[in-house]
Nanobody, 115 residues
């Protein structure tokens, strides 16, 4: 079993910043990818950012230059630093973890960008 505990969501004004974190625990032997997806109301879940064990990162075009993903392999934790947040960033953000060929998802954390 793998558990993912997310934290850091909340309400922020446009132009503000938030940092999300996701700590993984349990039967983790070979994490290949850690990342974040988001789902806004009425829309499909989409990739925000992902990072491999070797540090290769991938960002959605919509967040490039505003978001930084990082991971602490010793702590099995992934972080998402988000800056210059806009109302269109409002969504439930889900932590994603790939161990071998198995995908795991966090419960989601709400990010709301509003004045």
């Amino acid at each position: 079993q793998v558990q993912l505990v997310e934290s850091g969501g909340g309400l922020v004004q446009p132009g503000g910043s938030l940092t999300l974190s996701c700590a993984a625990s349990g039967s983790i032997f070979r994490i290949t990818v850690m990342g974040w997806y988001r789902q806004a109301p009425g829309k499909q879940r989409e990739l925000v950012a992902a990072i491999t064990g070797s540090g290769t990162v991938n960002y959605a075009n919509s967040v490039k230059g505003r978001v930084t993903i990082s991971r602490d392999n010793a702590k099995n934790t992934v972080y998402l630093q988000m800056n210059s947040l806009q109302p269109e960033d409002t969504a439930v953000y889900y932590c994603h973890l790939k161990v071998g060929i198995v995908n795991y998802w966090g419960q989601g954390t709400q990010v709301t960008v509003s004045s």
